[in-house]
């Protein structure tokens, strides 16, 4: 168990530099002939990925979905039923003690990364913008978990949930920024973007880290609080409705 802690951890920590340096890369390549790229210069641009590569490490919550739906259709998720506790609840708060053990490790990371590619890395020196990043960060934490723990307990209505976890892979990449800055989608689709949670969950505070967020940072949270109250909702909801149709043996 030490072993696999261990390699989670330095796993985590490796993807998190390959990550920054799969960016400098491939935008060293796209700067060479021009001088900005939708809006950002070529250190806005590397230090949009720095910091989106840091959020995205701590954010260990896709793991619930895999994890649940593997002990339903085995049979282990009978000890949940039985103990006197909230089964989201529980594995809430295992997301967020495993994403506060690698905040240490991801910000080690990105020391390095900083160092090594010579990055002058610019952050906001506005504090109620760092605060509100905070807040916003804290909060997508809860929305994610809230939307993979749904996602976990449809095992015990499907045979294989698998389908669904690969197309959430997907469109979370794209949806949370990792990919690209999402100001270089096309309009209509970035306007779209805007209506759901994951927008507010990487992209916006990164953006607004690196002093290059939308001002309106309200409708943001807002946006990302109402998500988060009705995934916590259906979730519960979904919960109570399906649990009645487990019969706590492996399938």
């Known amino acids: 168990m030490q072993i696999i802690w261990r390699f989670d951890v330095a796993m985590t920590t490796v993807a998190t530099i390959g990550r920054i340096l799969a960016a400098w890369i491939l935008w060293s390549a796209i700067y060479a002939s021009r001088e900005t790229v939708g809006g950002l210069s070529f250190n806005a641009m590397l230090s949009y990925y720095i910091v989106s590569s840091f959020l995205t490490s701590l954010d260990m919550s896709n793991q619930i979905s895999g994890e649940l739906s593997y002990i339903i259709r085995d049979g282990q998720f009978s000890k949940h039923m039985v103990t006197p506790m909230n089964p989201q609840g529980f594995f809430g708060m295992m997301v967020a003690g495993e994403s506060a053990f690698h905040l240490f490790f991801s910000f080690a990371a990105v020391v390095v ?139």
């Not at 800055?181 to 759901?196: D, G, H």
């Not at 409705?241 to 706590?248: A, W």
């Open 113 to 251: 990364c900083t160092l090594l590619f010579q990055i002058n890395l610019s952050i906001t020196a506005n504090p109620w913008q760092i605060v509100y990043v905070i807040v916003m960060i804290l909060t997508g934490l809860l929305c994610m978990i809230s939307f993979n723990y749904l996602l976990g307990i449809l095992a015990f209505k499907f045979q294989n949930v698998d389908g669904f976890l690969h197309v959430k892979g997907n469109l979370i990449s794209l949806a949370t920024g990792i990919y690209i800055p999402l100001t270089l989608l096309p309009e209509n689709m970035a306007k779209v973007m805007r209506f759901l949670p994951f927008y507010y969950v990487t992209y916006q505070p990164s953006m607004i880290l690196v002093s290059q967020g939308d001002p309106d940072i309200w409708a943001g949270f807002i946006i990302l609080s109402c998500w988060t109250a009705a995934f916590l909702i259906i979730t519960h909801l979904s919960y109570q409705h399906l649990r009645v149709k487990y019969d706590g043996v492996g399938i």
